[in-house]
Every structure is written in C-alpha cells, then in structure tokens.
C-alpha cells in the first residue's frame, strides 16, 4: 500500500479531528453533540479523497 497516495487524506482528518477536538475541550467535557461534530469534521475532511492531488493529474 502507497501511503502517498492516502496522505493529504490523513493529513485532512487528523487536522479537522484535532481543531475540532481542541475547541470541544474547552470546558473539559465532551457532550454527545460535541462528539458529533468532531465525527462530522472527521467525515468531512476525508470527503478530500475524491478530490485528485496535483501529482495525479493528468497532464494538459
């Protein structure tokens, strides 16, 4: 497995899980709805994946 290929992926989810972790922990509680919303921002950051990186593109 290329781990290249799945990078900014990674790079994407970890990064959105964090901010949205480090916000959530302000009060250090993580309440149901913030635990959601790390989820979603994890989601939403791998939703990156279909989206080509530079090297994969086909040349014009």
């Known amino acids: 497995m290329k781990i290249a290929k799945y990078a900014k992926t990674i790079v994407a989810g970890v990064i ?16 149901a709805t913030e635990g959601i919303t790390v989820a979603l921002a ?16 086909e040349a014009r």
Do not use: E, I
Not at 16 to 31: E, S
Not at 42 to 57: H, K, M
């Open 42 to 57: 994890v989601l939403g950051a791998l939703g990156v994946y279909v989206v080509p990186n530079a090297g994969d593109r």
């Open 16 to 31: 959105a899980g964090g901010v949205a972790l480090t916000v959530a922990m302000g009060d250090d509680v993580l309440t």
